[in-house]
C-alpha cells in the first residue's frame, strides 16, 4: 500500500511540473509573439514615414492627420499600446520637437508638441535633416511594461517638397 501511495504522489508531481513547464512555455510564446508584432509595427511605421515627402515628414499637422490616427496591420497581438511618434531637428538643435501620441485616451493620436518651424525655409528654421523616433509601449503577457522604438533620418534631398 505504501508503494502505491508513494507511485500516485510521484505522478502527482510529475503532473505539477508538466503543467508548470507547459505555463512558462505558453508565456514565453505570447511574449515572443507580442515582441515579434511590436517590431513589425514599427518597421510598418517607418515605412509610412519613408514614403513621405520631406515637407510631409515636417509638417507640424500631417503625421497627426494621415499617419498616426490610425491602427496598424501588426499591432492586434500588443493590448493596451501607447505609441508616440517624435520628429525633430538632427542634431538637435534647440528649436523643438512635433511629437504626437496614440493610446486608449487618444485611439486617433493627440498632438502633444509642436514646432510649425520645423524644416521651413521660410520661417526661422532651415533643417535639411531630421529624426523620426516611433516608441511604442505596452503591458505584456506577464504584466512587464514593455517599450520598442525605432529611429530615422530623414533628409531634404531625393524627395520633393
Keep these: 500500500m505504501v508503494e502505491v501511495l508513494i507511485a500516485i504522489v510521484v505522478v502527482v508531481l510529475f503532473g505539477v511540473a508538466a503543467f508548470a513547464t507547459n505555463e512558462r512555455l505558453l508565456l514565453l510564446l505570447k511574449t ?39 491602427a496598424t496591420t501588426s499591432e492586434a497581438p500588443l493590448g493596451t499600446l501607447s505609441e508616440t511618434i517624435t520628429v525633430g531637428a538632427y542634431p ?19 498632438q502633444t508638441a509642436t514646432n510649425t518651424a520645423l524644416g ?32 530615422a533620418v530623414f533628409g531634404i534631398g531625393n524627395l520633393g517638397q
Design 32 to 70: 515572443q509573439r507580442e515582441s515579434t508584432a511590436a517590431t513589425m509595427m514599427l518597421q510598418e511605421r517607418m515605412e509610412t514615414l519613408r514614403a513621405l515627402s520631406f515637407s510631409n515628414v515636417t509638417s507640424s499637422t500631417y503625421i497627426g492627420s494621415n499617419v498616426i490616427n490610425s
Design 92 to 110: 538637435t538643435d534647440g528649436t523643438g520637437n512635433n511629437t504626437w501620441v496614440r493610446n486608449s485616451t487618444y485611439p486617433t493620436g493627440n
Design 120 to 151: 521651413s525655409s521660410h520661417g526661422t528654421s532651415t533643417e535639411t535633416v531630421v529624426k523620426a523616433d516611433v516608441l511604442i509601449t505596452w503591458t505584456g503577457a506577464n504584466g512587464r511594461s514593455r517599450t520598442r522604438d525605432l529611429a
